[in-house]
Nanobody, 126 residues
């Protein structure tokens, strides 16, 4: 089925911007709602952003709303997370996830996603 691979993480200073990507294999990507989650050491995995299958609906965690933008390009089998004005508390491993159940429904719970990538590390420090 669909396999997800994240990329684009790195070490940046507070206030910087970074765009991370999730590349999907498989031909059913365009039918899936997609989400970004993150997990810091010792913390629970938390919802960051989600987007429906055609990009018409998005949702963000309150901690990132106004700073992060989720987008997708179904022709490229990719979903992106543009992160602006990064803060130290944004440091985490960021995971891409796919929900194959209903592409028009955006879910914010990790349990709603069946397919996960390996994660990409984002570190915000001076």
């Amino acid at each position: 089925q669909v396999q997800l691979v994240e990329s684009g993480g790195g070490v940046v200073q507070p206030g910087a911007s970074l765009r991370i990507s999730c590349s999907a294999s498989g031909r059913t990507f365009s039918s899936y709602a997609m989400g970004w989650f993150r997990q810091a050491p010792g913390k629970e995995r938390e919802f960051v952003a989600a987007i429906d299958r055609d990009g018409g609906e998005t949702e963000y965690a309150g901690s990132v709303k106004g700073r992060f933008i989720i987008s997708r390009d179904n022709d490229k089998n990719s979903v992106y997370l543009q992160m602006n004005n990064l803060k130290r508390e944004d440091t985490a491993t960021y995971y891409c996830a796919a929900d194959p159940r209903d592409g028009l429904v955006v879910v914010t719970l990790a349990g709603g996603y069946a397919i996960w990538g390996q994660g990409t590390q984002v570190t915000v420090s001076s």
